[in-house]
């Protein structure tokens, strides 16, 4: 850990090392506010102008959630810009490029008020070479509210490294 608190950032840059860290956890992002404009601009991209996400005054009144929440795929599409700020361990293995190949599941555990933080919290659950040059990688991302014990979202991405 740094002065700070903040933990120092662990470098995977082989196979054979990220192949060692499977069931370890990677890191956990910084908190992300997730604001009124944000799911206003998500709603307008996808045309989903449902009123529990985008009419605070009626959301106050008639949701059971007492305001406003973002949608479940902007909670999911969020989890890249999430990882991009993971502190703990990073994989940077000779690549390419990389692909986010797809998702084993994907669960919404608990909605995401507008004005909450949200932080990703990664763990490699499992990894291996699936052809000459391609090494793909299973992660569970669990999307975590601030304050609250049950966490958003719960997902089982895979992503594969194309290597030089």
Same mark, same amino acid.
């Given at each position: 850990?740094?002065e700070?608190?903040?933990?120092? !950032?662990?470098?995977?840059?082989?196979v054979?090392a990220?192949?060692?860290?499977?069931?370890?956890?990677i890191?956990?992002s910084?908190?992300?506010?997730?604001? @009124?404009?944000r799911?206003d601009?998500?709603?307008?991209v996808?045309?989903?102008? @449902?009123?529990?996400?985008?009419?605070?005054?009626r959301?106050?009144?008639?949701?059971?959630?007492?305001? !406003?929440?973002?949608?479940?795929a902007? !909670?999911?599409s969020?989890?890249?810009? $999430?990882?991009?700020?993971?502190?703990? !361990?990073?994989?940077e $293995?000779?690549?390419?490029?990389?692909?986010?190949?797809?998702?084993?599941?994907?669960?919404?555990?608990?909605?995401v008020p507008?004005?909450?933080?949200?932080?990703?919290? @990664?763990t $490699?659950?499992?990894?291996k070479l699936?052809?000459?040059?391609?090494?793909?990688? @299973?992660?569970?991302?669990?999307v975590?509210?601030?304050?609250?014990?049950?966490p958003? $979202?719960?997902?089982?991405?895979?992503?594969?490294?194309?290597?030089?």
């Open positions: 850990m740094d700070e608190g903040a933990m120092d !950032t662990r470098i995977l840059s082989t054979d990220v192949l060692a860290a499977i069931g370890r956890e890191g956990v910084e908190w992300l506010l997730i604001e @009124q404009s799911v601009a998500f709603a307008a996808v045309g989903d102008f @449902q009123w529990i996400h985008c009419d605070p005054a959301a106050a009144k008639e949701s059971a959630f007492g305001g !406003t929440i973002a949608h479940g902007l !909670t999911l969020l989890v890249s810009t $999430l990882r991009e700020d993971l502190r703990g !361990t990073r994989i $293995l000779n690549a390419k490029m990389g692909v986010l190949y797809g998702y084993n599941k994907v669960r919404f555990v608990s909605p507008v004005g909450s933080r949200i932080r990703l919290r @990664q $490699l659950a499992d990894a699936v052809k000459p040059g391609v090494f793909e990688m @299973q992660f569970k991302e669990t975590e509210v601030e304050g609250k014990e049950r958003a $979202l719960i997902v089982e991405a895979i992503n594969r490294k194309f290597l030089d």
